[in-house]
């Protein structure tokens, strides 16, 4: 397998998280003789101070010709001022659009060995798997019209929720075939009480649901899924919903693991998938090693597995995370006190790079027997 990799940084802590989910990708290469070709291109805020916007035409150039992009995070605070197409943010989303990425995994799984960093109960949380089906192209972040009006001396804002049924029916179709190679359960999320969109929303998933009837189809309001979430999680086994809901579950859905930081995502649908860790920039840790890179590094296998077709090198990477956790190691935002081995961002790269070539190991060994 040869792959072109555009690794796009970006601000805070996104070039620590990254470099060490680069490195995973090298270890994949060489155990299993693959070539990968990472190019560093800048975007969000570094962007803007190397090139006068979040989003260079040289980046976008070189990740449209690329296999799959690696991204970081963006965002600084201070280009917080700065109008709302010139800041960091921006860059993301018009890169996402530019892409085509309507799609936007998130998984969610609930790690036994790092139980007590849940604020859940133990037993509310064990055991949990949901994989967040995320709209990301529509909705409220990308509809038109919307903008800032100043009348009378009295400023005011808006924003447009638009969606149609060839959008819906497109992400639905992405959350009903996951899964079928899941627990066969979609629970589609909307506010078909109050807006006209959800009620399109909810009759258009309801209508794509008849070509899947094997999988089991619920609806859920949004505000009575948040709380769902919480009070239990193993009830979800796939979560279809728009935009904006999708973002707010998929941060909130965090207290599962215990950390944002452990979550990763798949943005895909184009020609070239997106991949990058839940977390944000946290420019308040940059450059101090206290970054918890698996969410990046478990970015990296969900690329093994949609831009690659590798599932088994993304299952190894996956496996080589949960072993490093089972065997004590933490990052700091994962330390509770336990006495667990708490590491810094590049140790923590090193144990899954050890971890991964130790499983990769035995796997050539038991197929060489």
């Keep these: 397998m ?16 990254t470099a060490q989910a680069v490195r995973v990708l090298d270890a994949v290469a060489d155990q299993h003789g693959h070539t990968f070709e990472f190019e560093e291109w800048p ?77 859940l109960r133990p037993d509310i949380a064990r055991d949990a798997d949901i994989l967040i089906v995320r709209e990301l192209l529509g909705g409220l972040y990308f509809g038109q ?58 009759k258009v998933v309801t209508a794509v649901a008849k070509e899947y009837p ?5 609806h859920l309001y949004i505000d009575a899924c948040a709380m769902h979430l919480i009070m239990n999680p193993r009830r979800f086994d796939v979560m279809l919903t728009e935009n904006l809901f999708g973002d707010i579950l998929s941060d909130e859905a965090a207290v599962i693991t215990g950390s944002l930081g452990m979550l990763a995502s798949a943005s895909i649908g184009g020609a070239v998938g997106l991949y990058e860790p839940v977390h944000g920039s946290a420019p308040d840790i940059a450059g101090r090693g206290l970054a918890n890179p698996l969410g990046a590094i ?21 496996a080589a995370i949960r072993a ?37 190991n035995e796997r050539h060994a038991y197929h060489a027997v």
């Design 298 to 318: 478990a970015s990296a296998a969900l690329l093994l597995r949609h831009s690659a077709n590798l599932e088994q090198e993304s299952k190894e990477v996956e």
């Design 214 to 218: 094997s999988v089991t189809l619920e």
């Design 324 to 360: 490093v956790l089972n065997a004590g190691y933490r990052t700091p935002d994962l330390d509770r006190g336990t006495g667990k081995l708490v590491l810094q961002t590049s140790e923590m790269g090193s144990r899954v790079v050890e971890a991964f070539s130790d499983i990769a």
């Design 43 to 119: 975007v969000g805020g570094v962007a803007i101070k190397q090139e006068g916007a979040p989003l260079p035409a040289s980046t976008l150039d070189a990740c449209l010709s690329s296999n799959a992009v690696l991204l970081g995070a963006v965002g600084a605070p201070e280009h917080d001022k700065l109008a709302a197409a010139a800041r960091p943010e921006a860059g993301l989303l018009a890169l996402r659009n530019a892409l085509g990425a309507y799609a936007n995994l998130r998984p969610v799984v609930s790690y036994e060995a790092i139980s007590e960093c849940s604020p």
């Design 145 to 202: 019209p919307r903008g800032l009006l100043s009348e009378a001396g009295t400023a005011s804002a808006f924003n447009t929720m638009r969606y149609s049924v060839s959008e819906i029916e497109r992400i639905a179709h992405v959350a009903f075939k996951a899964a079928l190679a899941r627990r066969q359960k979609v629970t589609s999320i909307d506010k078909a009480n109050v807006l006209e969109t959800s009620q399109l929303w909810r």
């Design 2 to 17: 040869k792959l072109k990799i555009a690794v796009l940084a970006g601000d805070g802590i996104g070039p620590e998280v």
